[in-house]
Every structure is written in C-alpha cells, then in structure tokens.
C-alpha cells in the first residue's frame, strides 16, 4: 500500500482544510487508518484514527470537536477535516495505515505518506 497525502497549505486561525491520504491497493479498506503531526522541534504525535470499518473514530484532546476523520473505502481516501485551527495545529501532517491495528501509536503502523504541511498564522 502506498499513500498520498495532500490538502495542507496556509490558512488563518479560526479557518478550515481538508486533508486528504490516496491509498493505493485492493486491501485499503480492511486497515486501520490515522492521522499523525510533527511540529517543528518536536515529536511526531497522534491526531486521530480509524477502523476499517469507518467505525471507532477517537481523537487526540487537543483537537476533539474541532478535527474529524473518515474515510472512503470506495474511493480508497482517509480525510482529516480540520475546523477552528489555531497556531498550535502547524505541523507536518502524516497519514498512517497499517492491516493489523487502529493504534494510537505511531509505531504499530507499516505505511506512513509523505506528509502535507499545514501553517496556521495567529
């Protein structure tokens, strides 16, 4: 499986961006998906994932009620629909999919995309 990240740019706080991750492969829909960020300087952290199912959506609390991810197995794409950002949200934003799991941790998935960056000004 490959996977294509995109949809990041500049925006203002308090805007919005969809962030899109392209899957390539038939078994897309049978892997547990997320979403991870990396600030500058800092470590790469969760922001949310899924089941392959499209069920069990669970977020980190630094984004719960303004982030909100599903996925298109038709269409073999995860979104990360991000409302109400702030500064804090700027970071290199990666998709991650895995056949085995739905973790929180980075670690416990095999693909990563490349990663699209998002800058949101103050």
Do not use: H
């Not at 197995?73 to 949200?89: C, G, I, P, R």
């Amino acid at each position: 499986v490959q996977l294509q990240a995109s949809g990041g740019g500049l925006v203002q706080a308090g805007g919005s961006l969809r962030l899109s991750c392209a899957a390539s492969g038939r078994t897309f829909g049978s892997y547990g998906m997320a979403w991870f960020r990396q600030a500058p300087g800092k470590e790469r952290e969760f922001v949310a994932r899924i089941r392959w199912s499209g069920g069990a959506p669970y977020y980190a609390d630094s984004v719960k009620g303004r982030f909100t991810i599903s996925r298109d197995n038709a269409n073999n794409t995860v979104y990360l629909q991000m409302n109400s950002l702030k500064f804090e949200d700027t970071a290199l934003y990666y998709c991650a999919g895995d056949p085995n799991n739905y973790s929180i941790r980075a670690a416990m998935y095999r693909y990563w995309g490349q990663g699209t960056l998002v800058t949101v000004s103050s």
